[in-house]
């Protein structure tokens, strides 16, 4: 009996307490505890009204109840860890789970509301919002996640990312640099910051950006690679050249880093180097454009079979690639054997809006460099037959000054002789 009553006691006191909790934070969390433990006296009354002992089965539940359970949320809450808050972000990630977000934001939007400094759920907050597209609210929550942590340089980042999905690019390269300045060994920063800088054409700041972020990961494909882009905008083609030859030496399957490769030796005019890049970057997504390529410097080293058969085989890949054919000076001569025919289909009605978004869409640094590169090499091969077809001029008018200063001398020495004979004569 002794063992009941104080049980009953405790636990009353324990029921006390968390009423009070629950009075004093307005945190209707604490019900599902309460409701327990008063099961938990209810059973210890009941043995004392009815003056017997209750199996081991019912003991073991009114201790669990109402002394266990209570007692462990009361320690916990002793080491600053908020019970309320681990039971509301335990529900909604289970309500997540089962996709109905719904819910869970409601949960939520509770518990930062009673709990405006709860870490936890700022950030599955943030997360829902930014998973419905709402993302002004997604960076609220990801701004009261950085008030509370300073250190939260992850938060730093994903306000970064989604103003630059709004097109707020300004206002993310601020944040970034700040970002870059507590924290430069941010790799995803550093990433996101030069591929910002490079929209704006600051390709000078991306460099030192990218070159800055190589000192904490100097084996990485894509720092080498966007810096390969970075000196190719920047016409620095020999470093280019160093660039895309380490991203080449990390990922042997970096074929876009090959074709580069193949592009600044053809501007460097080594068409021997130029047509092995080229032909390692058949395997890849180049496949057609790197036939186009060998096809050109097979037409430049005279070797017309083999120029035809790689055309060919370029626009039979990639139609769009004859009307480039057609214009390009350096077929000239085997235009008129393509054999690929091609038939210019009208795009469906229903394709119309991705037709327009593909139009409005900026082009990606990746492809910007390729095209730059590719035009280069037109300006470099129009300046070299501008350049031969000037020395060709130059060389004739110097041969027909040549002659007709031979014609005058000869012309001059006739007539000397003729006023000798007439003289004599």
């Known amino acids: 009996m002794l063992e009941k009553i104080c049980f ?48 081991s089965f019912f003991k073991g539940l009114r201790y669990l109840f109402s002394i266990i359970i209570p007692v462990l949320i009361l320690l916990i809450e002793l080491n600053g860890i908020n ?41 599955l907050l943030a997360q829902i919002y930014e998973k419905e597209g709402g993302m002004r609210k997604a960076i609220d929550e990801y701004v009261k996640l950085v008030d509370i942590r300073r250190n939260d340089y992850q938060s730093y980042f994903k306000i970064a990312d989604l103003l630059n999905d709004l097109g707020q690019k300004n206002e993310a390269i601020e944040i970034l640099e700040n970002l870059m300045k507590n924290k430069p060994d941010s790799y995803e920063g550093s990433i996101l910051l030069g591929e910002l800088l490079c929209e704006q054409a600051r390709f000078k700041e ?3 950006v990218y070159q800055e972020a190589l000192k904490y990961r100097p084996a990485d494909f894509d720092l ?28 042997h399957k970096a074929y876009g880093a090959h074709y580069n490769l193949g592009q600044i030796a053809l501007i460097q005019g080594d068409l021997e180097l130029a047509e092995r890049y ?21 037409c430049l ?58 139009q409005n869409h900026v082009l990606s640094l990746e ?17 070299s037959e501008n350049t031969i077809k000037l020395k060709t001029e130059k060389k004739v008018n ?28």
């Open 301 to 358: 080293k005279d070797e017309r079979d083999r120029a035809i058969h790689f055309l060919n085989k370029a626009i039979e890949i990639e139609p769009e690639l004859l009307e480039m054919a057609n214009q390009e000076k350096a077929f000239a001569d085997i235009r008129e054997h393509i054999t690929v025919s091609v038939k210019m289909e009208n795009e469906p009605e229903n394709d119309e809006e991705e037709i327009e978004e593909e």
């Open 278 to 298: 080229f032909e390692h970057s058949l395997y890849g997504e180049l496949e057609a454009k790197a036939y186009y390529q060998l096809a050109k410097i097979y």
């Open 398 to 425: 110097e041969i027909i000054e040549n002659n007709l200063k031979k014609k005058e001398t000869q012309e001059d020495m006739e007539k000397e002789e003729n006023q000798k004979e007439l003289g004599s004569g």
């Open 206 to 208: 991306a460099e030192r």
């Open 8 to 55: 009953t006691l405790i636990s009353f006191a324990i029921f006390i307490i968390l009423f009070f909790k629950m009075i004093r934070k307005n945190d209707t969390n604490y019900v599902g505890v309460l409701v327990l433990d008063a099961i938990g006296i209810a059973i210890s009354f009941i043995e004392i009204k009815i003056g017997m002992d209750a199996n």
């Open 224 to 251: 080498y690679y966007n810096l390969g882009i970075v000196y190719t905008m920047l016409s620095e083609f020999q470093m280019a050249k160093e660039m895309y030859s380490q991203a080449a030496d990390i990922n």
């Open 83 to 123: 019970f309320s808050e681990v039971i509301s972000v335990i529900m909604a990630k289970i309500l997540m789970a089962f996709g109905d977000d719904k819910a869970a934001k409601s949960i939520l939007i509770k518990l930062v509301t009673n709990y405006p400094e709860s870490y936890a759920g700022h950030k």
């Open 367 to 383: 492809k910007q460099a390729r095209l730059y590169l590719e035009s280069t090499n037109g300006l470099v091969r129009d300046i």
